[in-house]
């Protein structure tokens, strides 16, 4: 079972990866314009 969730998990994870370099990058540039 533990296999069989992991592989899963591989392609998730990419997706996950991709989605929050997305945000970061999009975050960024309100932080370095809107400075706290």
Same mark, same amino acid.
């Given at each position: 079972? $533990? =296999?069989y $969730? $992991? %592989?899963p *998990? $591989? %392609?998730n994870n990419s997706i996950? *990866?991709?989605m929050?370099?997305?945000v970061i990058a %999009?975050?960024? @540039?309100g932080i370095s314009? =809107? @400075?706290i």
């Amino acid at each position: 079972v $533990r =296999n069989y $969730r $992991r %592989s899963p *998990l $591989r %392609s998730n994870n990419s997706i996950e *990866l991709s989605m929050t370099v997305c945000v970061i990058a %999009s975050t960024i @540039p309100g932080i370095s314009m =809107n @400075p706290i």
